[in-house]
T-cell receptor, first 114, second 114 residues
Framework: NAGVTQTPKFQVLKTGQSMTLQCAQD?????MYWYRQDPGMGLRLIYY???????DKGEVPNGYNVSRLNKREFSLRLESAAPSQTSVYFC?????????????FGPGTRLLVL | AQTVTQSQPEMSVQEAETVTLSCTYD???????LFWYKQPPSRQMILVIR??????QNATENRFSVNFQKAAKSFSLKISDSQLGDTAMYFC???????????FGAGTRLTVKP
């Protein structure tokens, strides 16, 4: 039981490049989330998926797209990376669709955009 | 919009002593959830404790307890018998009922000194 896994752990991009961050959970959770964490700030929600086949915007969705590929996997895509997207990205999952349950976090992906 | 404020950017405590971390929040909701998450140097986000606003009794988890003051919109975390492994960033978080958008404070960096 690995919980929530994220790949890659670290990535360097040049401005304008694209990439997809992968997230998978093996806990049969309904909800999945993508957050970003910037220095001196708490986590901010980018997008979430309350159930397979649905996605919704969070607090800071601009510049990102997501795909809930199946119940296990939730990917985050940067179509044209910008230096402002340099951050640590966390994926999380929770059992319920409503978000009331505890969220379980992955180890994070550190992204540097030059 | 809900906001979460942690007014103590850094704190330190001697091993075996007790420390209290502060958190205030702003909301017009009557029912909601409050959380404390721990982020050690590994960056993994770990749930410490959770409080449901409709429960008057303060939540406790072993050495961790909260002082939930709903009228004052205050949610402080008390760590008793501090251990070196408690050294981490601590984030307070708020979530409305039946909503997936969790809002985090900026965090408090706690150092436990031997």
């Amino acid at each position: 039981n690995a919980g929530v896994t994220q790949t890659p752990k670290f990535q360097v991009l040049k401005t304008g490049q694209s990439m997809t961050l992968q997230c998978a959970q093996d806990m049969n959770h309904n909800s999945m989330y993508w957050y970003r964490q910037d220095p001196g700030m708490g986590l901010r929600l980018i997008y979430y998926s309350a159930s397979e086949g649905t996605t919704d915007k969070g607090e800071v969705p601009n510049g990102y797209n997501v795909s809930r590929l199946n119940k296990r996997e939730f990917s985050l895509r940067l179509e044209s990376a910008a230096p402002s997207q340099t951050s640590v990205y966390f994926c999380a999952s929770s059992p319920a669709s409503s978000g009331k349950e505890t969220q379980y976090f992955g180890p994070g992906t550190r992204l540097l955009v030059l | 919009a809900q906001t979460v404020t942690q007014s103590q950017p850094e704190m330190s405590v001697q091993e075996a002593e007790t420390v209290t971390l502060s958190c205030t929040y702003d909301t017009s909701e009557n029912n909601y959830y409050l959380f404390w998450y721990k982020q050690p140097p590994s960056r993994q986000m770990i749930l410490v404790i959770r409080q449901e606003a409709y429960k008057q009794q303060n939540a406790t988890e072993n050495r961790f307890s909260v002082n939930f003051q709903k009228a004052a919109k205050s949610f402080s975390l008390k760590i008793s018998d501090s251990q070196l492994g408690d050294t981490a960033m601590y984030f307070c978080a708020f979530m409305k009922l039946n909503n997936n958008d969790m809002r985090f404070g900026a965090g408090t960096r706690l150092t436990v000194k031997p």
